[in-house]
């Protein structure tokens, strides 16, 4: 149970972190043709830490098979841990 939801964390951070880049890089762009004025994205901050620690996430989640039970569990509860906090830092900070 540990193991699916370290891995459904990580992928999603992935995921929210790839929208992000998206959104920093055509928000300025797409706004002002609109109309609607000048954005300027997300912020390259939150960018780069949503994927970092989603990367990291994802990584230490296919890797761990190979470890034993202990530090599996560990390393679930990390790759829980750094996901909820990037996402307290980029979403409600």
């Known amino acids: 149970m540990l193991d699916a939801v370290a891995g459904l964390f990580s992928a999603g951070t992935v995921v929210v972190g790839a929208v992000l880049l998206v959104m920093a890089l055509a928000a300025p762009t797409v706004l002002e043709r609109a109309g609607l004025g000048q954005a300027d994205g997300p912020g390259w901050s939150r960018v780069s830490s949503m994927l ?42």
């Open 52 to 93: 970092l620690v989603g990367g990291i996430g994802e990584l230490v989640v296919r890797l761990r098979h190979r470890w034993p039970p202990g530090s599996r569990a560990a390393a679930d509860v990390a790759v829980i841990v750094g996901c909820v906090a990037v996402i307290w830092w980029a979403w409600w900070r």
